[in-house]
Structure formats: C-alpha cells, structure tokens
C-alpha cells in the first residue's frame, strides 16, 4: 500500500516542504533510509543523516531547518517521535486488518461473534465464548470455554487461553502467551508427596492492556488472577495465581511475580525482577532490574538490590547493612583519629 506525502501530512496535521505527491510504501531508520521509503528525525545528533539520506519522505519538527541542500520530503509537526509513533500505529492496523473466518478451524454453534472479526486456520473456538466487534484472533490459538474477549483485542498465533478468562477491549496477547493455566498450589504430604491443590478461579484482564510473547498469567485458586486496564507486560514474564497488578504498571521481560502478590498503579518494574508472594507494591514504585523483592513496599519507593546467602546470615547482615553509611563514617573518623595520634 502506497501513501503521499499529502496524506501522510493530512494523518499527521502537519505541513509539506517539497514534493506533496511524492509516495512511499514502507519505512526506514534516516540513516537506512532508500526511495521509497518514510522515515523520521527528532534527534539532533541525527541531524547529519537528513543530508545523505535516500528516503523519499522524513517526518520533522516544525523548528528544524536544514542548513545545506535536501533531497528528502519535509512533513513538518509538532513532535516529530510522536507522529512517526502514529505511522505506526496506523501502519499495524493497515497490516493486520484481517477480516473472515479461515479454514480449517472449529468454532462451537454456542460462540457469539462480533463484526468484523478474524479466525485464522487451525484455530479453535470453545462453548460459550464472546467475540467482541474487530477482534483478530490469528492462526493456531486456543480459545477455552466460557472466555469473554472485548471488542478491538488482537490475539496472535499459537496463544492459548484458558477456559473461564476475561479480557477486555482493545488488549494485545502475543505469541506464545499462556492465560489461565494452573496456579502453582501444591500440599505436602506426610510421606514427602505433594497433592495438588484444585485451581478454580479465573483470569481477569481490563482494557488496554499489552501481553508480551511467552509470558504467562496463572488463574486463581479461588476468585480471580487481575490485570488491571493500561498494564503493559514485557515477554517471558511469570504472573502467579491470585497476582493483581494496578492499571498502568509496566513490567520488563523474565520478571516473576509470585502468588498473591498486590503490585500498585503506575510501577515500574524492570527485567529479571523476583516479587515474593502475599506482599503488597504501592503505587508509583520503581524497582530496578534483578532485584528480589521480599517484603512490602510503600508508595513512590525506588529500590534496587538482591543479596542472596543463608537467610541465617542474611538477617543478621541486613541490620548492619541498613546502618552501613554510619558505620563507615565512624570508621573513618577513628582512622583520623588514629592517625591524628600518631
């Protein structure tokens, strides 16, 4: 699909400077840019790549003016990251805007279907599932019974979700994702066994929530396992049952949350972030990337760190550590007094 510089302009509410019917039919980084192509420069210490580059069309800021000769199509905004963010946006939805039901694929007489959806092949769709309006579920994904999915969501290939899971409007589900399956509920027995513990509970995700390929959320043993809306889950992440996470907490890739775990609203969590569980996370908390988190934390905290040894130790240390910048100044201030004697 081909676009102008007009149109793209008209999309973005910004102003042409050059060639308004020049066209392009796939993007590039400035620096890559060949004819053809639409790019974008926002980033003064790119500035030189406008000179040299081959795209036919590069979004700009509205102050930027070029100091030599351009071959390149001006689109002028007021932000220039934020519009190419929107090409984007719409370039994803141009692509994947599939529509119909492909073959071979097994929906149940009882599924309810909204308009303008998409089943790809070898999909299946169980009992008493809800189809929302525009939602995409591409080729190889489980669908279970009684699953609610709101309107606009897009579910890609070999997702699998389990029976009883809710998901809202307008939710991304990756590859790979897994929705639903058993919570970690184990027993033990006398004799050293495990008897497991039935999982009975549900998966429930608000909208505009995003989920990264291969990650999976755990249904509840009893209620439900929450995601609350605008939550952004980065690949590989592990979310046990009965976890609730708060709306527009963001969390980075190979992160584990265990059960019952309560994270809050507008947290920032990054990769390879251990959470035990049955503690609570405030609100607006950092947590930087490979920390283990073993107790509560309150709100607007930013933390870091994970020692592991014999918790025997580490309980005594962990009084000390907590006291460490007086301890040093006290032994710095003995040594000048040491060496004052001397």
Do not use: W
């Amino acid at each position: 699909m081909k676009f102008t510089a007009q149109q793209i302009a008209g999309i973005l509410e910004g102003d042409v400077e050059g060639n308004p019917d020049v066209e392009v039919s796939k993007l590039s980084k400035i620096e890559e840019g060949s004819e053809g192509s639409l790019t974008f420069l926002s980033n003064p210490k790119y500035n030189h790549f406008i000179y040299s580059t081959n795209a036919s069309i590069t979004i700009v800021n509205k102050t930027f003016k070029p100091e030599n000769g351009i071959k390149t199509t001006l689109i002028k905004v007021d932000d220039a990251y934020k519009a190419f963010s929107k090409v984007l946006e719409y370039y994803n939805s141009v692509k994947f805007n599939k529509q119909g039901i492909e073959q071979p694929s097994f929906i149940s007489e009882s599924c309810k279907k909204g308009d303008d959806i998409y089943i790809g092949a070898f999909s299946y769709i169980g009992e008493n599932v809800s189809i929302g309006n525009n939602v995409k579920v591409f080729p190889n994904t489980y669908i279970g019974d009684n699953v609610s999915i709101g309107h606009d969501t897009t579910i890609f290939s070999g997702a699998k979700i389990y029976a009883d899971t809710i998901i809202g409007n307008n939710c991304v589900i990756n590859s790979g994702v897994i929705i639903g399956a058993d919570g970690f509920g184990f027993a033990p027995n006398d004799n050293g066994t495990y008897s497991k513990i039935p999982q009975i509970g549900n998966v429930v995700i608000e909208d505009n929530v995003d989920v990264g390929a291969a990650t999976t959320i755990d249904r509840a043993t009893l209620g439900s396992t929450i995601i609350r809306q605008g939550v952004k889950l980065d690949n590989q992440i592990q979310i046990a049952h009965n976890v609730e996470i708060g709306k527009n907490t963001v969390i980075a890739a190979q992160t584990g949350v265990a059960g019952s775990a309560k994270i809050g609203e507008n947290c920032q969590i990054g990769g390879q972030v251990g959470i035990a569980g049955h503690i609570t996370i405030g609100n607006n908390v950092k947590i930087q990337a490979q920390s283990g988190i073993g107790r509560s934390i309150k709100d607007n905290e930013i933390i870091q760190g994970s020692p592991a040894f014999s918790i025997i130790d580490y309980n005594k240390s962990y009084v000390h550590f907590k006291n460490l910048p007086k301890i040093v100044k006290n032994i710095d201030d003995l040594e000048k007094k040491i060496n004052g004697n001397s």
